[in-house]
């Protein structure tokens, strides 16, 4: 019997979630139940180290967990649970979320965490998808449908880039 | 029966296997069998392509791929095949690893890499061990003696230096 | 008789047309034929592998290849095919193309791509022209009147600014 | 009465010692009592809670935290307890202490850390002393005897650079 | 007896005001006396200088300073007062606030300044507030009301995303 | 008698006149004469040269030039030219000016530039108008007339936050 | 008959000769006549603009200019000459080459400068044969065997790796 | 009969020194007075402001104030005097000198700094000799001879170089 697969997707403050969606969205559509949480570093500390300490007994095999600025909540949950953590670097105000990249990818010996471009929430999703897929046959289909359909779309617009050329293709995506 | 995990350990030069090898290093000791490979992506980007390609066939459950400066090795890797690749960012001589973070970390929507910190080979080989973990036991109880024994180091390094102050602390550290 | 110049310009994804497009339409002004391609690095790997192992025998003389972020598409093509290839860096999202700068221009000792500026479609262009003009008079021609035409417009506006003052200019611009 | 001052100096790392002493020595030259610990946000992360949580029961009125890279511990303390909290971005080795400084200052709304310079010890144990010192003249004085051998070191210094100009001056910095 | 609190926020120019305002409201809401001074390092240094020479002299306990670009105003304050400086990067336009954040963070040994986070003029307030609540019981209480009100949000946030569940949530914070 | 002091404020683009126009204006609110040039360092490098060289003999006392990007006006002009001269970053689009302060500032050694901010045409007039002043009293009397300008404009609004309040002050602002 | 190509290799300083030196060694070896001149933009302009006049006329197909921090030597000589002009950022002291890559790269629209790495004076000798072999075939067998040894280097120290392991190897080169 | 020049060379701390030294030494072969001090903007404030308000009356003609880190001292003294200050980015620790440069050139609108490379001791000499020579003949001439003189330099090298190729240039470089 394959692993029952259940990702945590955790983030700092509610403003994230619109980064984080496409994650959650993709992991939803893959069949991976998912839970939400906003547990902040910060405004919620305890909060957060207890889900952390109790992540893999509730059943948890991957968090995701995106912040943004001085964006400690990935590090934090890895340092805590000992199940893989995502780390999603939310854009930030003033640093475009340099800041949050470094202090969520700049991690010490001992305590990684699977860090994804900045704003990268749908790669996150994957992520844990992929990571998920090495225990179960049916989230590897789905990957591979999903890598084959992003393929597709690339052929097809290069097919149409190739038969109207580019004056007309920038013109129809003005258009849109 | 668990699965027999294997990991590939790849590089785009040897001059990277300094950085990797406290994760090779670590792999071992937790008993997960390792293939180090030296595959450039831009001198040698056939044969990087055909270990993709074949990656998940060979029996590879995780990739650690560490590469420098315009380093395409670990997303190149991550683009065809279905299996999770860490990315390793090494430090360059110029611009001390902003560029390899960079390369490695901004990859597009659809294909993630699981990016550690500059210079991060211990955390790549860590994070691979984790991911292992999730459908074998014994790795998992390797990880957890590993994250205690950190834990006991930074304790009794709290309780040395509590003892016999910090300025004594300070003249044995410059001794060693 | 003078070579058959061919210009592939490639780009990752169709968004990245419309900094591309100046440089599409300089060299077609230079009677120059293009073949434009969206060509993945991570979403059609296999597909721009091919591209770029017959570019050479496709009759292509220059690639020009643009991308954002881990922008791989520029030096993974050239470190397949012989012919010289130009690397646009795109605007990207959070970085402003400092990611796409990096991963393109900091290619290492072997294989180099002809980076210009990010967002620099239209350079892209003329740097393909000025390889072409060097067996091919006519280009030699058109870039030499382009030159020229540059040069006009700016003594044009240097005499009109002079003529009617900085505060008339400014007015001017405004407007239109 | 004035209120007993105490100040809790707790790093990352013994690795940071070296950069906090300043502020230790200085702190003690004050007549300031001092506790150092080292408290790892990632490697000891409920013993850096506890201590956080009893910091104030404890009699601490400052805290001192020093850390490098994705540098949480300064900002994980302040989220815990209600005592003023100084953060001191400790140079790293890639990014030289700008991941340190990013992951420090760059708290959210709610939650300040009181940031120094990188590598400023010195600085952050001068700040916990003015702190202090609006409680307790004692302290008051100190600082004000403090500044004035710095305001006299660089009018000493002053004076003789003008005696004996600046090619002399520099010789005898280099024999030094 | 307590000690009675009072900060000035003082500012380089106007435009500043917007960034320190919930600072300044923050302050009055714990019943902290604020007084607000528009006091440019550069246009009216000698103001600058006189008000930092009298400033402890005039009963304030702290000082927030906030300013922009090659932000002056707080390490000049602090060099003159001997009471505590926090400084508050105002986000710059070409630099986005990087240049303020280094004018003001990177202060010599001797001279420290509190520095918050680029736009942080909430927390400037806060941390103002944390200082003085040493030794004024009232402020503390009210600091540990705000950090409870703060937990509550997130709290409520995070009961209301599990009870809707995000794609609702985002509904709804689009419709806001 | 007075030097005839004589500016000219030159630059690469017209799309540069907005940025240079405050201190096109304030040098002839300062009765200095002005005379503004459009030459490209790129489009029209020989006019450029040929400007340079005849600077000094057309009367010129100082040279303000403004460029952006890889901006070689200010430098080139500098490497030609005796008299001094002042170099204005443009902000660019993607880099925000980073390029063109690089390109102005990092002048080698035997070449000065006298760079101000990026954006900073303003103070290039003033730094030139001080410049002239050294031999000039008008131009001295009016930077003079100028400086308190300044000085009471942030006079007047500090009063004016005092009487009525931060509160009110911004609403105001917002009015406006 | 073939064209006979020639390359000059310019640089603003004797000390950017050791960067360029690689290039220059690759291209005698390719049979492709180099000849190489220090050429300051800043301190010999005129004779910097004598050359680039002048180097289509005296035989040159290509040219290949280093240079260092305000770095204008490239771009200068790209806006005079027709001919592809190569610009290599030599790596700067206080900057690292930031400002060399910044000044070469971000050429304005009309004029190319084909940017390589910092320091990356090998590929710019690589891609100077690159267009020069599009209508030379003897340089295009040299590019093709020089690829095949990088190849064949890269596929024996895979080899070598793969033989005797990642200790054995890391030992090896520690002696070497 | 010709102005008296005097140039001020002041710095923050006795350890810019050395990079200012070059600058000092270029006025005095120029045979202009110089006057050296040492004045810290933060730890002599007051004895900087009288500096800065004396300066005119003291009869100096131009000021140069380096400065390293949080760089207030060249800003300072430009909000105080009418005459020019030049600013010189000292290079700094943690993070060579962005920090330095900002502080120094990022001044707001109305108070200029004539900002040289960071560094740029040397450079700040020329551009206060460049200043003084608008009303003085005898600098005007020193400055030609020098730049004639580093005219000479470079054409020399240039002249042996292509006598001796770069293989022989190198390698006398490498013994001296």
């Given at each position: 019997?394959?692993?029952?697969?259940?990702?945590?997707?955790?983030?700092?403050?509610?403003?994230?979630?619109?980064?984080?969606?496409?994650?959650?969205?993709?992991?939803?559509?893959?069949?991976?139940?998912?839970?939400?949480?906003?547990?902040?570093?910060?405004?919620?500390?305890?909060?957060?180290i207890d889900f952390a300490k109790k992540a893999e007994l509730n059943g948890f095999h991957v968090v995701i967990a995106g912040a943004g600025g001085a964006a400690h909540l990935p590090g934090m949950i890895a340092s805590i649970t000992s199940i893989p953590v995502?780390?999603?670097?939310?854009?930030?105000?003033?640093?475009?979320?340099?800041?949050?990249?470094?202090?969520?990818?700049?991690?010490?010996?001992?305590?990684?965490?699977?860090?994804?471009?900045?704003?990268?929430?749908?790669?996150?999703?994957?992520?844990?998808?992929?990571?998920?897929?090495?225990?179960?046959?049916?989230?590897?289909?789905?990957?591979?449908?999903?890598?084959?359909?992003?393929?597709?779309?690339?052929?097809?617009?290069?097919?149409?880039?190739?038969?109207?050329?580019?004056?007309?293709?920038?013109?129809?995506?003005?258009?849109?």
């Open positions: 019997m394959e692993l029952a697969p259940l990702v945590a997707v955790v983030m700092g403050s509610d403003s994230d979630l619109k980064t984080l969606q496409p994650g959650i969205k993709i992991l939803k559509e893959f069949g991976i139940e998912v839970e939400t949480r906003i547990l902040s570093a910060h405004r919620t500390p305890l909060e957060m995502i780390g999603v670097p939310i854009q930030s105000q003033a640093l475009s979320g340099v800041d949050s990249m470094h202090s969520i990818l700049q991690m010490p010996p001992g305590i990684p965490v699977a860090t994804v471009a900045i704003g990268g929430g749908l790669n996150a999703g994957l992520l844990a998808a992929k990571i998920l897929s090495l225990s179960n046959k049916s989230i590897k289909n789905k990957l591979s449908q999903y890598s084959q359909s992003l393929h597709n779309q690339v052929r097809n617009k290069d097919t149409k880039l190739n038969q109207i050329g580019s004056d007309s293709y920038l013109k129809e995506m003005n258009i849109k």
